[in-house]
């Protein structure tokens, strides 16, 4: 079974403070991607990482970065967490042309 | 702007009869797509896939139908069972960059 993991399912940060969610897949997936998802607003991508060092902007990338230096691990970087970034992160991998996995999701609350 | 739409946001169908979710896209590029199913507090399972050289497939209860001159992609799901009940996405890519695309979601409600 593929597993992709998430490193917290719930995370308290305050205003200002750099934040790095981190994601492990255990199936040798070349993409991965970050989400986040909002209500009324469905999945919204961040970044996508279709290889090691390789990236690119998703939808929404403003206020985010992210690192890809292994293959089995994409983080999500927030320079500076602003109270609009709080949501539920999702974290996906595949291989080229099929479906996505995802983890289990960081809800993440900046106060 | 939303490339990928799903313009009801809730659906409510009694257990034993066919649910039926529905999905527009905007961008001719797109030569696949999938739906995902979502509980609270749980990442999204992928349930079925198709690619634009189909314009259907199934598996066991779900069934996806895809009308590319519409730009329209529809889940069937019979029978509706009560553990059906979550919130289902489309998504859409392009082959050559597997970038994945994700409409807004439809909240489906089985009761007995």
């Known amino acids: 079974d593929v597993k992709v993991t998430q490193s917290s399912r719930y995370l308290v940060k305050r205003t200002g403070e750099k934040v790095f969610l981190e994601c492990v897949q255990d199936?040798?997936?070349?993409?991965m991607f970050w989400y986040r998802q909002d209500p009324g607003l469905g999945l919204r991508l961040i970044y996508f990482?279709?290889?090691?060092?390789?990236?690119e902007k998703g939808d929404i990338p403003e206020g985010y970065s992210v690192s890809r230096e292994k293959k089995e691990r994409f983080s999500l970087i927030l320079e500076s967490a602003s109270t609009n970034q709080t949501s539920m992160y999702l974290c996906?991998?595949?291989?080229?042309?099929?479906?996505?996995?995802f983890g289990q999701g960081t809800r993440l609350t900046v106060v | 702007d939303q490339q990928v739409k799903q313009n009801s946001p809730s659906l409510s169908v009694q257990e034993g009869r066919i649910s039926i979710l529905n999905c527009d896209y905007t961008?001719?590029?797109?030569?696949?797509f999938l739906w995902y199913k979502k509980y609270p507090a749980e990442g999204p399972t992928f349930l079925i896939s198709?690619?634009?050289?189909?314009d259907k497939n199934e598996d066991g209860r779900f069934t996806v139908f895809l009308n590319k001159s519409a730009k329209h992609l529809s889940l069937h799901i019979v029978p509706s069972q009560p553990g059906d009940s979550a919130v289902y996405f489309c998504?859409?890519?392009?082959?050559?960059?597997?970038?994945?695309?994700f409409g807004t979601g439809t909240r489906l409600q089985v009761f007995p």
């Open positions: 199936m040798d997936h070349e993409n």
């Open positions: 198709i690619s634009s050289i189909k």
């Open positions: 996906a991998s595949s291989l080229r042309g099929l479906e996505a996995f």
């Open positions: 961008n001719s590029m797109f030569d696949y």
């Open positions: 990482s279709y290889d090691v060092k390789m990236k």
């Open positions: 998504a859409a890519s392009w082959r050559n960059t597997d970038k994945l695309i």
